[in-house]
């Protein structure tokens, strides 16, 4: 499933990440927590409002808390999130084996 069908299907503007910006990961947490969550905030500076993290809850202990990585290997850590990048912000997603959840949350956008 390419990032164009993804926004098409929940209709909206494809904004995909420019090359070289940063997404907010939770690097410590197991690859094999699930779920895989994800939410978009604002684009700024060289961010792309994305920020990633296993788990159930958002990691909040300074051990766990988000790393900035680069967009292009995100890949390397969650593959499965590819597909889903040029949603704009204000969109969230939760992924799982079988399970799929995105939806839109314009508070997102109020950080």
């Not at 904004?15 to 939770?26: D, E, L, N, Y």
């Not at 690859?31 to 500076?45: K, S, T």
Request: hydrophobic content about 40%.
């Amino acid at each position: 499933m390419a990032q164009s069908d993804v926004c098409r299907r929940f209709a909206v503007e494809s904004t995909p990440p420019c090359q070289g910006t940063m997404v907010g990961f939770a690097l410590s947490r197991p690859r094999e927590l699930e779920p895989l969550n994800a939410l978009r905030h604002p684009i700024r500076g060289n961010g792309n409002g994305w920020f990633v993290w296993r788990g159930p809850e958002i990691p909040r202990e300074d051990d766990q808390f988000f790393t900035a990585l680069h967009v292009e290997h995100l890949d390397e850590y969650a593959p499965e999130l590819e597909p889903y990048l040029a949603l704009p912000p204000g969109w969230g997603v939760v992924l799982a084996p079988d399970y799929e959840d995105v939806w839109y949350d314009g508070t997102l956008l109020d950080v």
